[in-house]
């Protein structure tokens, strides 16, 4: 069982907040949110956020389990449109300014005991 939250047209750049996701990839929900809230970033609030909503999505999904022990199955930050804006130089020039933004997608799931 796995519930899914993605937050689209975040105004962080996509490596900023790949750094962040790194950190927490793989690990138990508790352990991951405690992570994400104690980091003073602006990727660790927008992801803390996307996780929380993941994890609100499962127990509404599947209410019956929802005290069952949950990690993050995959977690991913893609590209998302590039903004450009002109910055004027010296001389008549001008440089292009490329304000990136990122889609941030959360899939969590429920931990799986392993049978001896």
Same mark, same amino acid.
């Given at each position: 069982?796995?519930?899914?939250?993605?937050? !689209? /047209?975040?105004?962080?750049?996509?490596? &900023? +907040?790949?750094?962040?996701?790194?950190? $927490?990839?793989?690990?138990? =929900?508790?352990?991951?949110?405690?992570?994400?809230?104690?980091?003073?970033?602006?990727?660790?609030?927008?992801?803390?956020?996307?996780?929380?909503?993941?994890?609100?999505?499962?127990?509404? !999904? /599947?209410?019956?389990?929802?005290?069952? &022990? +949950?990690?993050?199955?995959?977690?991913? $930050?893609?590209?998302?449109? =590039?903004?450009?804006?002109?910055?004027?130089?010296?001389?008549?020039?001008?440089?292009?300014?490329?304000?990136?933004?990122?889609?941030?997608?959360?899939?969590?799931?429920?931990?799986?005991?392993?049978?001896?």
């Amino acid at each position: 069982m796995e519930a899914m939250a993605r937050e !689209r /047209y975040l105004r962080i750049s996509p490596l &900023k +907040l790949r750094k962040i996701v790194n950190l $927490v990839r793989g690990k138990g =929900v508790d352990d991951a949110l405690y992570i994400l809230k104690v980091l003073p970033n602006k990727g660790a609030r927008i992801a803390y956020k996307a996780l929380y909503s993941a994890v609100s999505n499962f127990k509404n !999904r /599947y209410p019956e389990s929802a005290r069952q &022990k +949950l990690k993050i199955s995959a977690i991913y $930050v893609d590209q998302a449109p =590039v903004l450009r804006r002109l910055m004027p130089r010296a001389r008549g020039r001008a440089d292009v300014l490329r304000k990136q933004s990122s889609h941030l997608t959360v899939i969590v799931s429920t931990v799986e005991e392993k049978s001896k």
